[in-house]
Structures are given as C-alpha cells and as structure tokens.
C-alpha cells in the first residue's frame, strides 16, 4: 500500500472510529453533576495550561536547536503539540484506588479529556497555516 495512502487510511480510522469511542465511553461513564459545576474550571486549566505548555516545550526545543536537528520553529510546535498533552492515567488510577475527594477527581479527569482536544486543535491549526505563513496566534486559530 503507497504510504501516503496507509496514513490517510490509518488517520481517518484513529480520526473518526477509535477516538470518539474512546471520548463517548468516557462521558458515558462521567458524574456530569460534579463536571458541570467544575467545568469553568476545568477549561481553565485543559486550555491555559495545555498552551502554556506547549508555547514552554517549543520555546526549549528551540533553545535546544544546537543539539539535535529540529531548527523550524513550525515543526517544533507540532513536536510540543503532539508531547504537551500528557493524560494523567496513573493519576486517575491512583486516584480511584485511594477515593480523592470526588471533585478533584472529576477535574483531573475533565482537564485530561479537554487537554487532548486542545492539542490537536493547535497542532492541525499549525498545518493548516501556508508554509510561507508567518506563525502567529491570529484571531481564527484561537477560534
């Protein structure tokens, strides 16, 4: 199979079979009572803190351009975008296996839902932009 075609194939199958699966099992499963009345805060922390990140790690790898061999700033955010959105499944886990207090466990596990929606916005928003296209945070990316 021609690669460009396996990735097509293999990305609309990740893209529309397999990731809505796994977001509706975890809404399914969700105390929607405790995310509804975090879900400002929740929000808060998946976008702020997932850009932060991402603006951070591409910020060092651009820093850290002598050493290895990225040196466009373009794929350094694509590389912070796929690496910023880390879900906290050990921390769910041990948060289950402990019994948190249910609000901290609902925000933990609505900013790990959030954060990789977040992520993957930013980053197709990154290649979407012209190759000749300054990157800047204009208006219709942070719609």
């Not at 460009?4 to 105390?31: A, D, H, M, Q, T």
């Not at 975090?38 to 790898?61: H, K, N, P």
């Not at 948190?100 to 979407?128: H, R, Y």
């Amino acid at each position: 199979m021609d690669s460009n075609l396996e990735s097509l194939v293999f990305g609309g199958i990740l893209k529309y079979f397999c990731l809505p699966v796994i977001i509706f099992e975890s809404g399914w499963s969700l105390r929607l009572r405790d995310f509804i009345s975090q879900f400002g805060y929740i929000l808060l922390v998946a976008v702020l803190g997932t850009a932060v990140s991402i603006l951070v790690v591409a910020q060092l790898i651009m820093a850290t351009s002598d050493y290895h061999i990225i040196q466009d700033p373009r794929t350094a955010y694509a590389i912070a975008c796929r690496i910023s959105s880390a879900d906290p499944v050990a921390t769910l886990s041990t948060f289950g296996s402990l019994n948190v207090d249910p609000v901290l466990f609902i925000m933990v596990f609505g900013e790990s839902q959030i954060n990789d929606a977040v992520a993957i916005t930013i980053f197709q928003s990154l290649n979407s932009l012209s190759s000749s296209a300054k990157m800047v945070f204009d208006r219709q990316m942070v719609f």
